[in-house]
């Protein structure tokens, strides 16, 4: 069983940075493509960022030079690095772990900017 955990999510103004954590179990890690989600009140879910078992990395228009998705294997941790955080930036942000035998969810971290 697969299991996905995610941290980091909290307050903060416009133009703040916070840092999401999804620590991933029940697996080996870097089999795994990861990504991270976000869904507002009301919005469909879409995907922020996603990096591959190799490392590349791909990012949402909107969130371009401001986001930066890693993944430290070692930790079997995957980080959303948020900076420049922009009201419409709120949501709940989930971690997705995929590949061929699984389609893996956390069950979010809420992210707030106000305005």
């Known amino acids: 069983q697969v299991q996905l955990v995610e941290s980091g999510g909290g307050l903060v103004q416009p133009g703040g940075s916070l840092r999401l954590s999804c620590v991933t179990s029940g697996i080996i890690f870097r089999i795994l493509a990861m990504g991270w989600y976000r869904q507002a009140p009301g919005k469909q879910r879409e995907l922020v960022a996603h990096?591959?078992?190799?490392?590349?990395?791909s990012y949402l228009d909107s969130v371009k030079g401001r986001f930066t998705i890693s993944r430290h294997n070692a930790k079997n941790t995957v980080y959303l690095q948020m900076s420049s955080l922009k009201p419409e930036d709120t949501a709940v942000y989930s971690c997705n772990a995929r590949n061929t035998m699984i389609d893996a969810w956390g069950q979010g971290t809420q992210v707030t900017v106000s305005s």
């Open positions: 990096i591959t078992t190799a490392g590349s990395t």
